[in-house]
């Protein structure tokens, strides 16, 4: 299996920074995509960023040219750099994984971070 260990949540002021991690561990042969998820109270899971194998990045809308994804493909570990941190970037942030386990490499996984709270004050 995978496990996933998130960071680098907490409380902000607006126009602050922070920056995330999430490092994965176990039975690991490849990973492929890995991405940043977030949920605030009351709205569903969104997708903030996504980054392939190849380093190819996705942002939605309301992050692009604020928030940077990026990954260490020798720590198996994916950052997200948030600036400029507005009041509706508050939510829980969820890392994803796709990966492929030594026991079956033929099929990709996805697995799920226990989230980290973001909350950004005005």
């Known amino acids: 299996q995978v496990q996933l260990v998130e960071s680098g949540g907490g409380l902000v002021q607006a126009g602050g920074s922070l920056r995330l991690s999430c490092a994965a561990s176990?039975?690991?042969?490849?990973?492929?995509?890995m991405a940043w998820y977030r949920q605030a109270p009351g709205k569903q899971r969104e997708l903030v960023a996504s980054i392939t194998s190849g380093g190819k990045t996705n942002y939605a809308d309301s992050v692009k040219g604020r928030f940077t994804i990026s990954r260490d493909n020798a720590k198996n570990t994916v950052y997200l750099q948030m600036n400029s941190l507005k009041p509706e970037d508050t939510a829980v942030f969820y890392c994803?994984?796709?990966?492929?386990?030594?026991?079956?490499?033929?099929?990709?996984?996805?697995?799920w971070g226990q989230g980290t709270q973001v909350t950004v004050s005005s």
């Open positions: 176990g039975n690991i042969f490849s990973i492929n995509a």
């Open positions: 994803y994984v796709q990966a492929r386990l030594w026991t079956y490499v033929n099929s990709a996984n996805e697995y």
